[in-house]
């Protein structure tokens, strides 16, 4: 998620507090914020155990391993399609990029 979005988010969840401070329900803080109610939901238990300090951002799950260098040497072997790596066919999937990342740069995602 970029840096903008998880602003977006942690704004969503900083009106819901306002709102659950307020007493409404999670279905209209749902509908008013334009998002799921469950999302609603776990906010407010979060919001309920700590405050609206427990909603603040954590920043992003993990950093990238790769450079943006790497990203773009990764996009070029893409490019080139899953025949040029040795598969019979062209489709991508998440295992098959693990394996060009492995092959290229040494490194192993789950």
Do not use: C
């Not at 903008?4 to 969840?13: A, C, D, G």
């Amino acid at each position: 998620m970029t840096a903008e979005r998880q602003q977006f988010r942690e704004e969503l969840r900083l009106k819901a507090a306002e709102r659950f401070a307020q007493g409404e329900a999670s279905s209209v803080i749902a509908k008013a914020l334009r998002v799921n109610v469950r999302s609603v939901q776990r906010w407010r238990q979060r919001w309920e155990q700590g405050g609206p300090r427990a909603l603040r951002s954590q920043g992003p799950a993990s950093l990238p391993r790769l450079s943006q260098e790497q990203f773009a040497q990764l996009e070029a072997e893409l490019a080139k399609g899953p025949t040029a790596h040795g598969w019979e066919d062209q489709r991508w999937t998440l295992a098959r990029i693990k394996t060009v990342i492995g092959r290229r740069f040494h490194m192993a995602y789950t």
